[in-house]
């Protein structure tokens, strides 16, 4: 195993909240190294931008070059931690092998992951989540002329809607679970805290012509060897439309596998619990963006930039950062009132649909446990590749079960990674 050399600060997450952190902990002239998974810098919403890309990221990603204190270490994960005296020791998978970081406070900006809910054909080649099919056409996927139905809650299904529409996709719908009056209030709750009255209208522009369906939900997808067709329950009665694609995704949930196994502690609702500064439960660890509960980029970037000056000593650059922190967090609950999700929805699954998808274990296996943990014992639920990230949130949806899977490694290793780092 080898090693790098000591940072003072470590930003775990290069999407807006990592960025933002990373750029205001360098202006205290702290070294810092930033680490994520993925090999460009941005995150999921800015997945592939760079300094060269027009687009918000580029003035960040610019800043950020131009400091010589920070470092860029991608296609890097978690594999474990270590602790010892007062620094951090972060065991980190890499494409070449096993490496220690040694790190005296740390940033967790891990951002949040799609929240799937299991319903009849959800399994089919063609059925995606909607940030799922996001980034895979931000990667080159060619969905021109490609009919594609958007569907599940929360304000991301605009932002894939209007994405898939510039890509050249024929839209035709949106499917939005929560009541029409729900939506309505959302959209009047972030023109007025959340200052967006003018991304709003860009995006209803953008969306001309799509029809946007609250009240409406997959009840099941069709198809041979892939998909071929979508029913909805929209207003009370079946509605089935042919597609190519569904991109479905019941709202967003802090991604906090890190954070538990530094031993942050979280709140009732799944969020890793912080104070003012973003502090964690844990001395030296810090969080900000989604993974303090979700709420838009412009909080991830504000969270991001009150880690970064608390945790280098630069209180003094936090004057006013109160009043725009309980701004973001007024906009976060309008966000969780508006998309809360209805009862019909947690009913979807037939008793042979598939939860676990690494597992093959069905949603009739598991109502019939009584706990995560019973499940895991019972039918290795959550014991596959995806460890839980992917059934741990459903599960929780469907049965009232918190996700309790967070064990090191985090990732999948070689053996010969296991027995260098020993």
């Not at 139905?149 to 024929?170: F, Y």
């Not at 609250?214 to 067709?229: H, N, Y």
């Not at 019972?378 to 049965?399: D, F, H, I, K």
Request: hydrophobic content about 45%; some cysteine; charged content about 20%.
């Amino acid at each position: 195993m080898t090693a790098e050399p000591h940072t003072d600060i470590a930003v775990i997450g290069a999407g807006p909240a990592g960025l933002s952190a990373a750029l205001n902990s360098a202006r205290s002239g702290q070294t810092v190294t930033v680490i994520d998974a993925q090999p460009t810098r941005g995150g999921q919403i800015w997945r592939g931008a760079s300094v060269g890309t027009p687009g918000p990221a580029t003035a960040l990603l610019s800043a950020l070059d131009a400091c010589a204190n920070v470092r860029w270490l991608g296609r890097t994960e978690i594999a474990w931690v270590e602790t010892g005296g007062s620094d951090w020791t972060l065991v980190l998978s890499r494409p070449d092998g096993l490496t220690r970081l040694h790190v005296g406070r740390v940033i967790l900006a891990t951002g949040a992951v799609e929240r799937f809910l299991p319903f009849p054909g959800w399994t089919l080649p063609g059925v995606t989540g909607a940030g799922a099919l996001q980034a895979m056409v931000k990667s080159g996927l060619d969905v021109r002329g490609a009919r594609i139905v958007v569907a599940g809650s929360g304000p991301l299904l605009l932002a894939v809607a209007a994405g898939l529409r510039r890509a050249g996709a024929r839209v035709l719908g949106i499917a939005e679970q929560a009541p029409l009056t729900s939506a309505a209030r959302f959209g009047v709750a972030a023109a007025r805290l959340g200052g967006k009255a003018r991304d709003s209208a860009a995006l209803a522009w953008a969306l001309r012509g799509v029809g946007y369906w609250p009240d409406t939900w997959p009840v099941r997808a069709d198809g041979d060897d892939t998909l071929k067709r979508v029913t909805l329950r929209r207003a009370g009665r079946p509605v089935t439309l042919n597609c190519e694609w569904l991109a479905v995704g019941f709202g967003l949930v802090p991604e906090t596998r890190v954070a538990v196994l530094l031993g942050c502690a979280l709140t009732d609702a799944g969020a890793v619990r912080v104070d003012a500064w973003g502090q964690t439960s844990v001395p030296g660890v810090y969080a900000a963006g989604e993974l303090t509960g979700v709420g838009g980029v412009d909080k991830a970037l504000h969270e991001g930039a009150v880690t970064g000056c608390a945790a280098t000593g630069q209180t003094e650059r936090l004057r006013g950062a109160a009043a725009t922190s309980a701004r973001h967090s007024a906009f976060q609950a309008a966000l969780d009132r508006a998309f809360t999700l209805r009862p019909e929805v947690r009913g979807l699954p037939a008793p042979d649909t598939v939860v676990c998808r690494c597992e093959d274990v069905t949603h009739g296996q598991l109502r019939a446990q009584a706990s995560w943990t019973d499940a895991k014992l019972q039918t290795r639920c959550g014991m596959g590749a995806c460890q839980g990230r992917v059934c741990g949130p459903a599960t929780e949806a469907l049965y009232g079960w918190r996700f309790s899977g967070v064990r090191p490694p985090l990732v999948p290793l070689p053996l010969s990674d296991l027995l260098s780092g020993s």
